[in-house]
């Protein structure tokens, strides 16, 4: 693939950390690419530095070595294209819902009067019209889950950076979110990187599905996720295309004990 | 699905969560109170003398009979200046210092220990210091208050910041916002509580900056007033100097409550 039509560029990447005095390799001659619009899954073993990927792509982490380009420019410091879905929400307890969701605009400098129309019109498409004036913590765990997808649907960037975003939810709600932020996602089609533990979910969301090594992360495998849209996210797990991949990635998975 | 409502009944299992009703526990005060006051005064001049431990009836008419001629106001307006200005002027001033110097990376490594080896100082054993400074005026009891206040500011502060959520410090950076946002969304907000609790511990502290310049050197004050009567060996009179400081206490502790309950609604 050529560096040229990717939205993200990663080359050769190379992450270390300093812990204890010790240096620790987290990734090492990573590749990827993103093309516009397009959906990419990465999944792997916990620790395998697939967060780590994301701070170096959201700029809030320095590579050791490589390069990670959006639209072929080099990135240093955070993006103006990016914008992330934290594992926790990072939702400001002390902030109501609209406020929260308002963020972004506020911080691009919207006229407050459009802020507050639009995080409106976005909780509306979340599905959760009555609850603006509520704080974080009277909702329950998908609930908020929602008001965060609102938030980065608010800032509307062209690489949505999604750090297992899904993860703490329980099985039925994780099901119900994915479904819904699948239908969204649809109709906006902006780049994703998607990182996830779950091997349903990740085939089930993308169009391409990436297995990671464990530590040092390298990217060990990619595959193809050749399913129609717009898809049935639940039910497309009964597709026979479907269970074949799956059964492919968990050999992929399962090779790393 | 629904917003979690803290109204259903529960058993008692942690030792925060149990719930009484006001009325118990106002009734219980009341009780405690007269209890304590009570036996005071019964026994004030029947089990002891009552020179020594005076008595609830002789402080109250002390009272009555400082208001009637000004002394009450008199001493109470400057002890409460002194303490309110100084707690307001540390507390800013130790706020400020915590906030900046969490932000000024490898500066913080050089200034801290200095810091907490000042805070480790008995400053109590400043203020013939001050009073050498500024003489017995206001200003040496105000300064006196700001060293006692100071330092819980500046502690709890500079703690709070650290506790911030890195999180949130993420999600900002990513939405690329500059620290005036980040200041103002996240910092503020996150070390309200902290500077909250040291407002409350403060008062306390502030109180006993200024009582005790007062009795080191001045010439009003409650301070003042508890060592003059101390010098007539007038219990009575030091004890409604006690009880005076008291009060002040407990109405400055309920007014941060009140702020602490506005500035707190999200939780």
């Known amino acids: 693939m050529n560096d040229n039509e990717s939205k993200l560029a990663i080359r050769d990447l190379k992450v270390e950390y300093d812990a204890k005095g010790r240096r620790t390799v987290a990734l090492e001659q990573v590749n990827l690419n993103v093309k516009d619009g397009e959906f990419v899954s990465v999944v792997g073993p916990s620790g395998c530095g697939k967060s780590t990927l994301l701070k170096v792509v959201s700029g809030l982490l320095r590579p050791a070595g490589g390069t990670a380009s959006i639209d072929g420019k080099e990135i240093a410091g955070v993006p103006d294209q990016v914008g992330m879905v934290f594992q926790n929400d990072a939702l400001l307890p002390w902030k109501t819902v609209i406020d929260n969701v308002r963020l972004p605009l506020e911080i691009k400098g919207v006229p407050r009067k459009e802020q507050l129309h639009e995080a409106q019109r976005l909780l509306g498409m979340v599905g959760l019209e009555g609850f603006a004036s509520y704080y974080p913590k009277q909702l329950s765990g998908g609930m908020r889950k929602r008001v965060a997808l609102a938030r980065t649907f608010a800032y509307d960037p062209e690489i949505y950076l999604m750090d297992e975003p899904f993860g703490p939810l329980d099985a039925q709600t994780r099901v119900k979110i994915g479904e819904q932020f699948l239908k969204i996602w649809e109709q906006v089609g902006k780049s994703v990187l998607f990182i996830t533990h779950d091997i349903e979910e990740a085939i089930a969301l993308s169009d391409r599905v990436v297995v990671m090594s464990a530590r040092p992360g390298r990217i060990k495998a990619e595959f193809n996720v050749r399913l129609e849209r717009p898809r049935p996210f639940y039910d497309i797990r009964f597709d026979p295309l479907f269970k074949d991949l799956q059964k492919e990635i968990w050999a992929q998975m399962a090779d790393e004990g | ?267």
Request: positive net charge; charged residues 15%.
């Open chain 2, 1 to 267: 699905m629904a917003a979690k409502s803290n109204k259903s009944a529960s058993y008692p299992s942690s030792f925060r969560q149990r719930e009484y009703k006001p009325s118990s526990v106002w009734l219980g005060r009341a009780g405690v109170f007269i209890l304590t006051v009570g036996l005071w005064e019964l026994l004030s001049g029947r089990a002891f003398n009552s020179f020594w431990l005076s008595k609830p009836s002789l402080i109250l008419k002390r009272i009555g009979e400082m208001a009637a001629d000004g002394d009450l106001w008199f001493h109470m307006s400057a002890t409460l200046q002194e303490a309110i200005v100084g707690l307001v002027i540390g507390m800013a001033g130790g706020t400020l210092l915590g906030v900046a110097i969490s932000f000024s990376g490898i500066f913080e490594k050089w200034i801290y220990p200095y810091i907490m080896a000042l805070y480790s100082l008995p400053r109590v054993s400043l203020a013939p210091l001050f009073i050498v400074w500024f003489g017995i005026g206001l200003s040496s009891k105000i300064l006196m208050v700001v060293a006692m206040v100071v330092f819980v500011a500046f502690y709890n502060a500079f703690e709070g910041i650290r506790n911030i959520d890195r999180d949130l410090m993420d999600m900002m950076s990513t939405y690329k916002a500059k620290w005036t946002h980040k200041l103002k969304w996240v910092v503020l907000p996150s070390i309200t509580v902290w500077i909250l609790t040291s407002l409350r511990l403060n008062i306390g502290m502030a109180l006993i900056g200024s009582v005790i310049a007062e009795l080191v050197g001045s010439n009003r004050g409650l301070g003042y007033y508890i060592t003059f009567s101390s010098s007539m060996l007038d219990t009575t009179g030091i004890f409604t100097g006690l009880v005076l400081i008291m009060l002040i206490a407990v109405v400055l502790e309920q007014i941060v409550l009140l702020m602490e309950r506005r500035l707190l609604r999200y939780r």
